[in-house]
């Protein structure tokens, strides 16, 4: 017993002072703080919209009827054109009655109007506006859209991370050359923001088709990051 507990002790002595939180090193010089932007482009490689049908009827049965049988016909024409399950998802199921209103008598309901909505996610910018077109024809006439996006945009925030790393650190360069100082060490990186807004989406109810096709124009899109960078001058 008394042989395990010297071990024991002897490896509570091994263990580095690592363990303890290290001090800071003092600011021997001035501390400067700088917040500096980068920014990168991206064109979009993915289209959102929100496709629906509205139905109206006599009755809730009908109106319900009507508005499945030609959701059916637009979901089937999304899929013909390659759109994957997963990029299809309902958002929303509504039904709600239809009132006739006259002035001193009471409401006389008319009728019900459903509405069945989708979220679509297209990921061939180049067919998109075909595929608007084919939505409209299979009985589409709600449609919310279209809104482009960068699919993935992590990687491109990392380059703008980059630069603005570079930026801050060519601004304290130029603080020090004017104060015939020095940039001697990095002191602390804080991210004040990483901004990826795509536009906002234009709107369009009760879409027509007509002859002329649809053209979905990608343009580009800004990323930027914005840190907060601390430098030690002397």
């Known amino acids: 017993m008394i042989r395990r507990i010297m071990v024991a002790a002897a490896l509570l002595a091994a263990v580095p ?3 303890q939180p290290a001090e800071e090193r003092p600011i021997s010089g001035t501390r400067l703080d700088v917040v500096a932007n980068g920014e990168v482009t991206r064109v979009p490689d993915i289209v959102h919209i929100n496709a629906g049908v ?4 006599a009755s809730a049965t009908d109106a319900i009827r009507q508005n499945a049988a030609r959701m ?8 013909q054109a390659g759109i994957a399950d997963r990029d299809i998802q309902t958002s ?39 595929i608007l077109d084919a939505l409209v024809a299979e009985g ?15 990687a491109a925030l990392d380059e703008a991370r980059t630069q603005a790393l570079t930026n801050a650190r060519a601004r304290a360069e130029l603080y020090a050359r004017s ?31 007509q002859d002329a096709s ?9 990323l930027s990051v914005s840190l907060t960078v601390s430098f030690e001058l002397q």
């Open 17 to 19: 002072a690592t363990a």
């Open 54 to 57: 509205v139905t109206q009827a």
């Open 72 to 79: 059916e016909a637009v979901r089937a024409a999304l899929r």
């Open 92 to 130: 929303s199921i509504n039904l709600n009655p239809n009132y006739r209103y006259a002035e001193n008598q009471p409401p006389v309901l008319i009728g019900y109007q459903a509405t069945n909505q989708v979220n679509v996610k297209f990921r061939d910018i180049a067919n998109s506006g075909r």
């Open 140 to 154: 589409a006439n709600q449609i919310n859209g279209p809104m482009l996006a960068i699919d993935r945009p992590e």
């Open 179 to 209: 104060l015939n100082m020095r940039v001697a060490r990095v002191l602390a990186i804080s991210e004040t923001g990483a901004v990826y807004a795509p536009p906002r989406p234009m709107m369009a109810r009760g879409m027509v088709a």
């Open 214 to 222: 649809t053209e979905i124009v990608p343009g580009e899109q800004t």
